[in-house]
């Protein structure tokens, strides 16, 4: 039940291989992560990227959180269309 103190809620699952940093390639580390990204409901821009489950290499993570944010809000932008191909 909404008492209206607590954001909305949505979960939205999206997968998409990552550009790799160049540092991570150099040492062959992977990982598979989970991020949570908040959005401000009056702008529709990103608010917060929090790491869920870690990728095990803080370099991927950063680099995932960025990225969830940039994508994000450029969907945010784009009146919620992707503009991925």
Same mark, same amino acid.
């Given at each position: 039940m909404d008492n209206g103190d607590s954001p909305?809620?949505?979960d939205l699952i999206k997968t998409e291989a990552p550009a790799y940093p160049e540092v991570a390639k150099r040492w062959r580390v992977q990982g598979a992560?989970?991020?949570r990204v908040t959005l401000n409901p009056t702008t529709g821009r990103v608010?917060?990227?929090?790491?869920? +489950? &870690? %990728?095990?290499y803080r370099v991927l993570d950063a680099a995932r959180s960025k990225r969830c944010a940039r994508g994000?809000?450029?969907?945010?932008a784009n009146?919620? +269309? &992707? %503009?991925?191909r």
């Open positions: 909305a809620r949505v992560g989970l991020f608010a917060n990227v929090a790491v869920v +489950k &870690s %990728t095990g994000v809000g450029d969907l945010a009146g919620g +269309k &992707s %503009t991925s």
